[in-house]
């Protein structure tokens, strides 16, 4: 059979913009629900969702019939992991917390096979190569992963140019709320310096010839990023569209002035 084509990393070769939703709820019952929405993309999180790499792998399954493209967060960098999200099916990975071009070098070694990285070969037993029946899957499986690095500190932020320069890596995805957090403005995205740091950061991408992408459910900040250049935007996170809308609801059927849990949507994220 053909390789999987990937239809996320197509999409970032063209110029329309991406718009993505955040799966936290690490089942693959409601990332079907999610899938069947109208997505371009969604991010199964197994970086603060409690996913193990066989519930990533139930997710995958689950939203591979519709047209939501999956990407997949690892919780970290570490080769071995990333080697077990490939096996099961993952195309595209998003690893955290990637401040130096020596690690993102790294994890383009860690989803290459040799001699060109240090991906272990699973060959018959992995769902990647459908079972041994991908042809030249070892050859060619390269040319289908999407890798996007996470930057998200001030470290980082020192460092974007040369890690968005670094030779396969495809994409540089901004964390605002680490990076807020990172420059002592905790809760507060929107302070000007951490405005003024992404701003470099979608800038610099974009002179390395990446695409740029960041995490943004409040509207005015994606229109904002879209405007600065990002290209993939998670405009969503499920568990807060369940949580803002239980609350909406609740609001209408409770007395004037009871007390309730706040209902303003949070914009650390």
Same mark, same amino acid.
């Given at each position: 059979?053909?390789?999987?084509?990937?239809?996320?990393?197509?999409?970032?070769?063209?110029?329309?913009?991406?718009?993505?939703?955040?799966?936290?709820?690490?089942?693959?019952?409601?990332?079907?629900?999610?899938?069947?929405?109208?997505?371009?993309?969604?991010?199964?999180?197994?970086?603060?969702?409690?996913?193990?790499?066989? %519930? @990533?792998?139930?997710? /995958? !399954?689950?939203?591979?019939?519709?047209?939501?493209?999956? +990407?997949?967060?690892?919780? =970290?960098?570490?080769?071995?992991?990333?080697?077990?999200?490939?096996?099961?099916?993952?195309?595209?990975?998003?690893?955290?917390?990637?401040?130096?071009?020596?690690?993102?070098?790294?994890?383009?070694?860690?989803?290459?096979?040799?001699?060109?990285?240090?991906?272990?070969?699973?060959?018959?037993?992995?769902?990647?190569?459908?079972?041994? %029946? @991908?042809?030249?899957? /070892? !050859?060619?499986?390269?040319?289908?992963?999407?890798?996007? +690095?996470?930057?998200?500190? =001030?470290?980082?932020?020192?460092?974007?140019?040369?890690?968005?320069?670094?030779?396969?890596?495809?994409?540089?995805?901004?964390?605002?709320?680490?990076?807020?957090?990172?420059?002592?403005?905790?809760?507060?995205?929107?302070?000007?310096?951490?405005?003024?740091?992404?701003?470099?950061?979608?800038?610099?991408?974009?002179?390395?010839?990446?695409?740029?992408?960041?995490?943004?459910?409040?509207?005015?900040?994606?229109?904002?990023?879209?405007?600065?250049?990002?290209?993939?935007?998670?405009?969503?996170?499920?568990?807060?569209?369940?949580?803002?809308?239980?609350?909406?609801?609740?609001?209408?059927?409770?007395?004037?002035?009871?007390?309730?849990?706040?209902?303003?949507?949070?914009?650390?994220?």
């Amino acid at each position: 059979m053909n390789m999987p084509r990937n239809g996320f990393k197509a999409a970032l070769a063209q110029s329309a913009t991406q718009y993505g939703i955040w799966a936290g709820f690490a089942t693959a019952y409601s990332a079907e629900i999610v899938a069947g929405i109208g997505f371009d993309w969604m991010l199964i999180d197994g970086e603060h969702a409690p996913n193990t790499v066989p %519930s @990533v792998l139930s997710q /995958l !399954q689950a939203v591979a019939p519709y047209a939501t493209a999956p +990407v997949v967060r690892a919780v =970290s960098s570490d080769a071995n992991l990333i080697k077990q999200l490939l096996d099961v099916g993952a195309q595209t990975l998003m690893i955290p917390m990637v401040e130096t071009a020596e690690q993102a070098q790294a994890l383009v070694r860690a989803m290459r096979y040799p001699p060109h990285g240090i991906r272990g070969v699973g060959g018959g037993l992995t769902r990647a190569t459908r079972w041994d %029946s @991908v042809a030249d899957y /070892l !050859q060619t499986a390269h040319d289908e992963l999407c890798l996007i +690095v996470q930057v998200e500190s =001030s470290l980082g932020m020192e460092n974007v140019e040369a890690i968005a320069a670094v030779e396969g890596v495809d994409a540089v995805f901004i964390g605002p709320a680490d990076l807020s957090i990172g420059l002592g403005h905790a809760g507060n995205p929107g302070h000007p310096e951490v405005q003024e740091r992404i701003q470099h950061a979608v800038n610099a991408t974009l002179a390395a010839g990446k695409v740029c992408g960041i995490l943004a459910p409040n509207e005015d900040d994606a229109r904002r990023y879209q405007a600065w250049g990002c290209r993939f935007i998670a405009v969503a996170i499920d568990i807060s569209l369940l949580r803002q809308s239980a609350l909406n609801t609740l609001a209408r059927y409770r007395p004037a002035g009871a007390a309730l849990v706040k209902a303003e949507p949070s914009r650390t994220y």
